[in-house]
Protein backbone atom coordinates (compact mmCIF):
# COMPACT_ATOMS: atom_id res chain seq x y z
CA UNK A 1 0.00 0.00 0.00
CA UNK A 2 1.04 3.34 -1.24
CA UNK A 3 0.10 6.23 1.42
CA UNK A 4 1.31 9.02 1.74
CA UNK A 5 1.48 10.93 5.31
CA UNK A 6 1.20 14.71 5.80
CA UNK A 7 2.35 15.83 9.40
CA UNK A 8 1.51 19.66 10.60
CA UNK A 9 3.52 20.94 13.45
CA UNK A 10 4.68 24.18 14.40
CA UNK A 11 5.64 25.50 18.04
CA UNK A 12 3.86 28.35 17.50
CA UNK A 13 0.31 28.41 18.88
CA UNK A 14 -3.08 29.46 17.10
CA UNK A 15 -1.49 29.97 13.80
CA UNK A 16 -4.07 28.02 11.91
CA UNK A 17 -2.18 24.44 11.78
CA UNK A 18 -5.71 23.02 13.05
CA UNK A 19 -7.80 24.81 10.25
CA UNK A 20 -5.63 23.77 7.28
CA UNK A 21 -5.35 20.34 8.20
CA UNK A 22 -9.44 20.58 8.15
CA UNK A 23 -9.88 22.24 4.99
CA UNK A 24 -6.90 19.82 3.58
CA UNK A 25 -9.03 16.73 4.11
CA UNK A 26 -11.83 17.70 2.94
CA UNK A 27 -10.05 19.12 -0.23
CA UNK A 28 -7.97 15.60 -0.59
CA UNK A 29 -11.28 14.20 -0.11
CA UNK A 30 -12.95 15.77 -3.03
CA UNK A 31 -10.48 15.54 -5.56
CA UNK A 32 -11.31 11.55 -4.86
CA UNK A 33 -8.25 10.31 -2.50
CA UNK A 34 -9.20 8.80 0.55
CA UNK A 35 -8.54 10.56 3.95
CA UNK A 36 -7.60 10.27 7.71
CA UNK A 37 -7.03 12.94 9.60
CA UNK A 38 -5.28 11.55 12.93
CA UNK A 39 -5.10 13.97 15.79
CA UNK A 40 -2.32 13.95 18.10
CA UNK A 41 -3.45 17.05 19.76
CA UNK A 42 -4.50 16.78 23.48
CA UNK A 43 -7.01 19.89 22.67
CA UNK A 44 -8.83 17.59 20.19
CA UNK A 45 -9.71 20.65 18.24
CA UNK A 46 -9.69 18.85 14.91
CA UNK A 47 -11.80 16.16 16.14
CA UNK A 48 -14.21 18.78 17.50
CA UNK A 49 -14.48 20.28 14.08
CA UNK A 50 -15.23 16.80 12.29
CA UNK A 51 -17.75 15.61 15.03
CA UNK A 52 -20.64 16.44 16.23
CA UNK A 53 -21.39 16.84 20.49
CA UNK A 54 -23.43 13.96 21.04
CA UNK A 55 -20.17 11.78 19.36
CA UNK A 56 -17.39 13.33 21.02
CA UNK A 57 -19.53 12.68 24.02
CA UNK A 58 -19.77 9.31 23.07
CA UNK A 59 -15.68 8.71 22.33
CA UNK A 60 -14.70 10.82 25.56
CA UNK A 61 -16.78 10.08 28.68
CA UNK A 62 -16.35 10.87 32.11
CA UNK A 63 -13.18 7.99 33.60
CA UNK A 64 -9.96 7.03 32.11
CA UNK A 65 -11.59 4.76 29.19
CA UNK A 66 -11.36 6.02 26.37
CA UNK A 67 -10.59 2.68 23.88
CA UNK A 68 -11.78 4.47 21.15
CA UNK A 69 -9.06 7.59 20.92
CA UNK A 70 -5.71 7.80 20.23
CA UNK A 71 -5.04 8.06 23.61
CA UNK A 72 -6.49 5.07 24.24
CA UNK A 73 -5.07 3.19 21.57
CA UNK A 74 -1.21 4.08 23.43
CA UNK A 75 -2.85 3.08 26.72
CA UNK A 76 -1.88 -0.39 26.66
CA UNK A 77 2.05 0.83 26.42
CA UNK A 78 1.96 3.95 28.82
CA UNK A 79 0.31 1.80 31.22
CA UNK A 80 3.18 -1.26 30.53
CA UNK A 81 0.33 -3.82 30.19
CA UNK A 82 0.61 -4.75 26.14
CA UNK A 83 0.91 -2.97 22.71
CA UNK A 84 -0.52 -0.84 20.83
CA UNK A 85 -4.29 -1.33 20.39
CA UNK A 86 -5.80 -1.18 17.14
CA UNK A 87 -6.98 2.73 16.27
CA UNK A 88 -11.04 2.95 15.95
CA UNK A 89 -11.89 5.37 12.85
CA UNK A 90 -14.54 7.22 13.28
N1 LIG B 1 -6.22 31.54 7.13
C1 LIG B 1 -6.80 32.08 8.22
N2 LIG B 1 -7.20 33.36 8.22
C2 LIG B 1 -7.76 33.92 9.30
N3 LIG B 1 -8.01 33.28 10.46
C3 LIG B 1 -7.64 32.01 10.53
C4 LIG B 1 -7.00 31.33 9.42
N4 LIG B 1 -6.72 30.05 9.80
C5 LIG B 1 -7.16 29.93 11.06
N5 LIG B 1 -7.72 31.09 11.50
C6 LIG B 1 -8.30 31.34 12.83
O1 LIG B 1 -7.21 31.45 13.75
C7 LIG B 1 -7.53 30.81 14.98
C8 LIG B 1 -6.53 29.72 15.29
O2 LIG B 1 -6.62 28.72 14.28
P1 LIG B 1 -6.30 27.20 14.58
O3 LIG B 1 -7.06 26.72 15.78
O4 LIG B 1 -6.48 26.46 13.31
O5 LIG B 1 -4.75 27.32 14.93
P2 LIG B 1 -3.77 26.24 15.58
O6 LIG B 1 -2.41 26.58 15.07
O7 LIG B 1 -4.26 24.87 15.32
O8 LIG B 1 -3.90 26.60 17.13
P3 LIG B 1 -3.38 25.74 18.39
O9 LIG B 1 -1.89 26.04 18.46
O10 LIG B 1 -4.13 26.28 19.54
O11 LIG B 1 -3.63 24.29 18.10
C9 LIG B 1 -8.95 30.27 14.82
O12 LIG B 1 -9.85 31.20 15.39
C10 LIG B 1 -9.14 30.18 13.33
O13 LIG B 1 -10.50 30.31 12.96
MG1 LIG C 1 -4.73 23.35 16.72
Known amino acids: MN ?11 GVGKTSLVYHLAWMYKDLGL ?10 ANLTAAFLDEDRLE ?3 PDGNHHPDT ?15 ADPHPT
Open 34 to 43: RVVAADLDPQ
Open 58 to 60: QLW
Open 3 to 13: TTIVAFFNNKG
Open 70 to 84: VFGCVQPLIRAIGDI
